[in-house]
């Protein structure tokens, strides 16, 4: 165990460090995207999201299929810099994956579940901010 503390240690910071580096992205990007376009319609977290989807698969895939991606560095990618930058991609992907699997009923439980309580839960949480 003492033997791998040092480089479990390493992941951790990596993870951090890409864990920052994907919150700067965030807000850069979506700056960015505001400024062009406005902020008539979440425009900027629509490209954070649709931009997220597009990395996490490309990740996914340079990894897990193509042996290109070492599986440590995949892990402190998309757990550090996407977990940061997006979950909305983890969420696409869980679901594709229930999809693939012709897992009926858990994707549709994924979907509306994360989505009708997450909305709910907001709802709760502003609800709460506000009886504070």
């Known amino acids: 165990m003492l033997f791998r503390f040092p480089e479990a240690l390493k992941v951790i910071l990596l993870i951090g460090l890409c864990g920052a580096l994907g919150a700067l992205a965030r807000y850069w990007l979506s700056l960015a ?5 406005g902020r008539n319609f979440p425009w900027g977290t629509s490209a954070v999201n649709i931009l997220g989807c597009f ?3 490309l990740v996914w895939v340079l990894s897990e299929e193509r042996g290109l991606i070492p599986l440590q560095l995949r892990f402190i990618l998309l757990v550090g810099f996407m977990g940061s930058f997006t979950t909305f991609s983890t969420y696409i992907f869980e679901s594709t994956v229930l999809l693939e699997q012709a897992q009926w009923f858990k994707l549709g439980l994924n979907l509306l579940g994360q989505n ?3 909305f709910t839960a907001l709802y709760l949480g502003f609800l709460a901010g506000r009886g504070w």
Request: proline share 0%; net charge neutral; charged share 0%.
């Open 33 to 37: 995207v505001y400024t062009f376009l």
């Open 116 to 118: 009708i309580l997450g």
């Open 55 to 57: 990395l996490f698969g």
